[in-house]
Structure formats: C-alpha cells, structure tokens
C-alpha cells in the first residue's frame, strides 16, 4: 500500500481501493484523462479531494479564476473516497472544552459557529450539485465505552447547552437500549441533533461534477513529479505535461509523498485508519439488535472504534490499523475490528465481515488543522485528524478566499502553520508507544 510517510511519488498504477464504497458507487462519468499538454493558469489545485474540488469549485464560480486541478489518481481516490462518511460538527481531536482551556470561551464559540458552518456548506453543496450520495437521517451518538465516562457525558451535554446553546441530548445506558440500539459496550451517550452518514465517494464525485461543471478543469492520472518557483509564479511538472501557474494549492493532506513540501511533510503525520463492512444483516439480527436508527456513532476510547448501520443493513466498522503501509493489508487488523464490532453487540456473533479496506489520515501535533498560506501565493489546508469530511469541505472554500485575498474568520487555525512535529524523523516511533499507551488506558484506567 501506498506510504506516504516513506514514498516519495504517488503512481498512477495503484490500484483502485476495494472497498464498499468503490463496489456500491456507480461512476457518474469515464475516468478523469490526464493532463497531456502544456497549459498556464492562474491557480493550480493538487489533489482532488473534498479539500480541492470545493477550493476549485469555490474559485471558479465565485472568484470567476482560471483554474485547474490536479490528482495523480482519480477525485476521490484518497481519504475522501474511503471514510466512514460522518458529517460531524468539527476536526482536529480537541472538542469545545479543550478550546476553551486552550483559547478562552470566545473563541470556542467561534470555533463551534465556524464547524456549523462546515456541515451547512456539505448540504449547501449536495443541494448545488444534486448529489445522490445517500445522506441518512440527523443524528450522531458519542457513546461512553464505560461507566466510569457517564457522568462526564452528562456534565458535558449540561455545558453544551448552557454555554453554546448547542441541543446536545443525554441518554443513560437504560434509555440507549430503548432507543437505539442493544449496544454492550455504551453506558451513556450524547446525542448531537446536526450531524450525519452519507456515501463518501459519491460526495467526492458529486463535487468534482460541480466543479467542472462551474468552470475549472480537473484532470486525473496526472501527479506532479516536481515544482518550482519562476518569476510569474510556479512551474509544475507532470509526466505528460507542465503548468505555468500564478499560484498553488496543496490539498494533499495525508497523501502527500515523501519530500514533496517538507514543512507540510514534517507536521502531518500520516496514520493508518481501517474499516470494515459486514455481511448483510439477517431479520432475526437486525430484530436482536434493536437498531433502530440509520444513526453514526463513536466511542469515547483514546483509539476510538466508529460505525454506522448502513441502507442495506450491513455495519461499518472502523479503527486505527497499521503503523505503516506494508503492514495495511495484515487480516489481523479486520479481525481485530470485526472482534470489537461484537464485542459491542454479542448478538452478532456469527457475522462476517466482507470488505476490508484501510487509507491514510493527516494528524497534525497539535491535534488541530490548519489553512494557511506558507509563503506568498502558496497555500494548504491539512491536519484534520481523521474528522475532516465536513471541516474540509469548508476548508476549500477558506483556501479560495485566502487566493482571493479574503479575510478568513478570526480563529487560531487560519493565523498560524502547522507546527512541525520535534524530532519528526522519529514520528512512528512515537506513534507505536502512543498506541500502546491507549490500549492500556482503553482497558484499565
């Protein structure tokens, strides 16, 4: 499996992900040609994920720009086209309250108004383009993994409500059994009434229509094998082609190759998510299970497992995976997650799991993302730390109003680069002994 952590090109031979998504989602159109001709343009975009094509989208039908983007696979290929599918409100791994410590309350309500703003942008997208891409009904459940977590959960929906007026809902372990489903492993949860399950890949797709459809041009199969500043701005290399551009766009994230802009090498660290998707389940199951909302859900681990029952009545099931990319298809991380998937619900006990994929997601050291602009006319947005559909969805359209030389909301994340990462060379190090010490704390503490 393509690592970014160790490779320093992507190839246009990878093959395409065998997940649940790639086997449900018919393409809406023939593959993406690659760029096969010089051209110049006044803003290149590289990669097509959500980041990318709502940067290019924003940019073409709002700031009337020439614009071209750019994947070395196809719109879709990386994290947008392989996630879970939660449209949560917010990134990063620091919720309200951390914010507030860290910021003060002012600036935690804009934060919250600002990851409000990243779910209406996904719906005011889906609604723009007509994407079929099959959003489920309104509610995600946080779910404490054990009882000692309970009463935080009930001190935090209280704090939601008070300070942010946030209708979060508090439900005991009685009232989750009721209500949503017989879950083994849930001792209470919040219920957070905006967030959603939707097809990932038929997102990503659907706003790569609409950006074309609005005016940029977006070519696949075309990865830049080296760039450079000239005095009119950038000179971009592909295999095919070169592009002369006034400026760039680095919407790479985790999937950015080795070397290809070290001060977003070395503060993105590049870790390992994978999923599973069961078997359809059978009537008895599904009557065994009481599951009775098509709701996203998470638990409250340091390495947290997220699932979701889906139309067609199978559950996905994620977690982190391997440390790295040579490990990714090891089967004892599928069965490690469809254990845990049972563990949850011992209804389930003789399921199987029948796709198994993993991909990549950008952490930054500071647990939150940034979008900047590094150095004149170049720009990114990365480190979303897993919890990125909606916030870089939003992140595009924030990167388009830094090209435009628009002021962004006043928040920390559009104020400063992401910090390196000390001792970077070391990162997966550092990683294995972090993973280990959830595992612990997950169990014991």
């Known amino acids: 499996m393509y690592d970014p952590y160790t490779t320093s090109a992507l190839s ?40 990318g094509l709502s940067c290019g989208y924003e940019l073409a039908a709002s ?107 508090y439900l005991n372990q009685s009232e989750i059994a009721q209500t949503v489903a017989h879950h083994q492993q849930a001792f209470a949860a919040l219920r957070f009434p905006d967030c959603y399950g939707l097809n990932p890949l038929a997102l990503a797709r659907g706003y790569a229509t609409l950006a074309e459809t609005t005016g940029a041009k977006v070519y696949g199969q075309s990865p830049v094998t080296r760039w ?7 000179k971009v290399i592909t295999p095919q082609a070169e592009i002369s551009a006034k400026n760039i766009v680095l919407a790479t994230n985790a999937y950015t190759a080795k070397g290809f802009y070290p001060a977003l090498n070395n503060s993105c660290l590049p ?53 790295t990319g040579k490990a990714a298809a090891d089967p004892i991380y599928s069965r490690r997650l469809l254990a845990a998937l049972k563990h949850c619900f011992p209804a389930l006990a003789q399921l199987k799991s029948q796709y198994q994929w993993s991909g990549w997601v950008g952490v930054s050291f500071d647990d939150l993302p940034r979008v900047y602009s590094p150095e004149p006319n170049l720009f990114y947005a990365a480190g979303y730390c897993g919890s990125g559909l909606s916030f870089s969805t939003l992140a595009g359209k924030r990167l388009a109003q830094l090209v435009a030389k628009e002021a962004l909301p006043a928040l920390p994340i559009y104020q400063s680069p992401l910090p390196t990462f000390p001792f970077s060379a070391c990162r997966r190090q550092g990683q294995q002994l972090y993973y280990q010490w959830g595992r612990f704390k997950d169990r014991f503490l």
Not at 273 to 288: A, C, G, K, M, R
Not at 301 to 314: F, G, H, I, V
């Open 271 to 323: 870790v390992l998510s994978s999923v599973i998707v069961t078997e359809p389940l059978s009537p008895d199951q599904l009557q065994q299970l009481n599951w009775q909302h098509n709701s996203i859900m998470m638990d409250t681990r340091t390495l947290k497992y997220y699932y979701r029952l889906l139309p067609d009545n199978r559950i996905l099931f994620g977690g982190r995976g391997a440390i």
């Open 63 to 169: 700031q009337q720009r020439d614009v071209v983007i750019l994947d070395a696979l196809q719109p879709g290929w990386g994290c947008s086209g392989r996630n879970g599918g939660f449209v949560l409100r917010g990134t990063g791994r620091l919720g309200l309250s951390q914010l507030k410590h860290k910021f003060g309350l002012d600036t935690a309500m804009l934060f919250h108004r600002e990851y409000g703003d990243a779910i209406t942008r996904v719906n005011q997208l889906i609604a723009l383009g007509n994407i079929d891409c099959q959003p489920q009904p309104l509610g995600y459940y946080k779910l404490a993994h054990k009882a000692t977590m309970a009463t935080e959960l009930a001190n935090q929906a209280k704090w939601l409500q008070q300070e942010f007026g946030y209708q979060v809902q």
């Open 228 to 234: 450079q500043r000239i005095a009119t701005g950038f």
């Open 12 to 51: 246009v031979s990878q093959p395409d992900v065998a997940s649940y998504w790639q086997a449900i989602t018919p393409a809406a159109r023939d593959l993406y040609p690659p760029l096969n001709r010089d051209i110049s343009c006044d803003t290149l975009v590289i990669g097509a994920g959500y980041t």
